[in-house]
């Protein structure tokens, strides 16, 4: 399977989904969270395009908590990672991330100003 490609295509209602391109034979793929393997994970070959397969896996409420949960999508023969997705969860990442560009707004606008003075500054002793 080296040559086989997973691609995500969207994540909905609790959904990961992809397509599995470049694989002839039906795929043996886990997802692991943590080193643990979750349960679930389908492949189903598209009938109008030989050799790509639809892949689900219904992300289980039961692992998220809050911070980044990131999940490894494998080759079960090779142990190749195929691809990866990350779950971040929770209000104290997203409000430190808000304060974090706020604080980086208002130091650029520091900046700015600091920068026309000077350019006035100069240009008025030329």
Not at 51 to 56: E, H, K, L, P, Q
Not at 97 to 119: G, N, P, Q, S, T
């Amino acid at each position: 399977m080296t040559d086989a490609v997973l691609t995500k295509t969207r994540i909905r209602a609790g959904i990961w989904e992809g397509i599995l391109s470049g694989q002839t034979t039906p795929p043996t793929l886990e997802v692991l969270l943590l080193e643990a393997a979750l349960p679930g994970l389908t492949a189903t070959a598209l009938p109008d395009s030989p050799g790509d397969w639809a892949i689900r896996l219904p992300i289980p409420a039961e692992v998220l908590s809050e911070g980044v949960q990131t999940f490894l999508i494998r080759d079960k023969t090779t142990g190749a990672t195929l691809a990866h997705f990350s779950i971040i969860t929770g209000v104290a990442m997203e409000d430190d991330l808000r304060a974090e560009v706020d604080l980086l707004r208002a130091e650029l606008d520091m900046l700015k100003r600091a920068f026309r003075r000077h350019c006035v500054e100069t240009a008025a002793t030329t």
